[in-house]
């Protein structure tokens, strides 16, 4: 990991973007969700803080095109720029008007859609800026370097939200998106073939080629598991809050908890070093839903009686899981040509978004309605393992080779 960032000058500038970038996305993301909490106490609106996040995504797929078509540094900084704007927004306009949770919920809507540009930029020009042989390399640095960064963030989230206003957070988060703009302006871009080609006629063809690539065999099955995986983990995530409040008595268990997940990115990072070379990508996939969705449970069953054990087993889960996240996001840009890495990115997102929203929604409804809110963890868990069942009966799945033998097909 050390070579790449030391011997690749690209490589580092764009990881200190994605660094900050990061940081301000989830800096946002926690306290805009504990903010809608704080203010009504209820699972309903939390879960639509959620769909407020995921809904812009739904329109992923049709920028994909737009994407690969052109500059991928340009459109960086201008999602930086846009997102900046929104945060500026966020603080500065409830001092001269009381406008509430709605406005909280606008501005998550508007931050979603001004960031939709930015990831599919981030996701296809990283394969441009390092070898296929690095990619793994390049996203668990990603993972490694930016959990230990967030250590930081993670701290001070824990202090302000229990003795600082919102706006002191709104103000860091406008920071590190001023330090992304800066490491963006020192990005080299990198041109594309078809980067100027913008007539409609192009677009719709590169949309249906885009299409008809997730459509075939191992893709879709994989992209099934995925959308599931993210439909059932948006129903858990939007009663976080709730269950942070009742089983650990203070505000900031909430920030404890997400901080502690984050913090798995790093077992992510070192576990899909470790397993890369070893083993089929079935196998890692397999086997981190089914000890991800067994792991889910335990720390339900933990967290009742003895709530600072169980994040041990939140951090084991949230590892698990990011190491699904690594080898997915590897291999949805190693398979598809260069050329539709974007494509195949927005689809995927865009996939997400629906189900990101549903699930957000479901998620609300579910906290409410059900008699004990672990339970809707307790369900998670058990669908991660039926996910894991599923990806083993598909011969197209269990054919699948190591992440470093995959190439364009």
């Avoid at 500059?71 to 009381?98: S, Y």
């Avoid at 330090?179 to 020192?186: M, N, R, W």
Wanted: net charge positive.
């Amino acid at each position: 990991m050390l070579k790449l960032f030391i011997s690749n000058p690209q490589y580092r500038k764009f990881l200190f973007f994605q660094i900050f970038d990061g940081l301000s996305i989830s800096t946002f993301a926690i306290c805009m969700m504990w903010a809608v909490h704080f203010q009504y106490q209820n699972t309903f609106y939390t879960g639509l803080a959620g769909v407020m996040f995921a809904i812009p995504a739904i329109l992923n797929f049709v920028i994909g095109p737009f994407v690969d078509a052109r500059n991928k540094v340009t459109l960086i900084r201008l999602a930086c720029l846009g997102q900046l704007a929104v945060i500026v927004a966020l603080l500065v306009v409830p001092m001269f008007f009381e406008l509430g949770v709605w406005f909280m919920l606008l501005g998550i809507l508007a931050f979603s859609i001004v960031s939709l540009i930015a990831v599919p930029a981030g996701v296809a020009l990283l394969p441009r800026i390092v070898g296929r042989n690095e990619l793994v390399t390049a996203n668990a640095l990603f993972g490694i370097v930016g959990t230990v960064i967030g250590v930081g963030v993670g701290m001070f989230l824990y202090a302000a939200l229990d003795r600082v206003g919102f706006e002191i957070v709104y103000a860091v988060v406008a920071a590190l998106l001023v330090f992304a703009l800066i490491s963006s302006a020192a990005l080299k871009s990198v041109e594309t073939k078809n980067e100027n080609d913008s007539r409609l006629e192009n677009y719709f063809v590169e949309l249906k080629e885009g299409l008809s690539y997730a459509k075939r065999g191992v893709m879709m099955l994989l992209l099934l598991a995925f959308v599931v995986q993210d439909l059932i983990a948006s129903v858990a995530y939007v009663n976080i809050p709730m269950l942070a409040q009742i089983h650990s008595g203070y505000a900031s268990g909430y920030v404890v908890m997400v901080f502690v997940a984050s913090m798995g990115g790093i077992i992510g990072s070192y576990l899909s070093k470790i397993l890369e070379p070893k083993l089929q990508l079935w196998k890692v996939f397999v086997g981190c839903f089914i000890f991800a969705g067994i792991a889910r449970i335990i720390f339900v069953i933990i967290i009742v009686d003895n709530f600072l054990g169980s994040l041990f087993i939140l951090l084991i889960y949230a590892g698990l899981g990011a190491t699904i996240g690594i080898f997915s996001e590897t291999l949805f840009q190693k398979m598809p040509p260069k050329h539709m890495v974007a494509r195949i990115n927005t689809i995927f997102v865009t996939l997400l978004g629906i189900t990101s929203a549903l699930g957000a929604f479901l998620g609300g409804v579910l906290g409410s309605a059900l008699p004990e809110i672990e339970m809707v963890f307790m369900i998670q868990g058990s669908v991660y393992i039926a996910i894991a069942l599923f990806l083993s009966l598909f011969k197209r799945v269990r054919v699948l080779p190591k992440i470093g033998d995959i190439d364009e097909s």
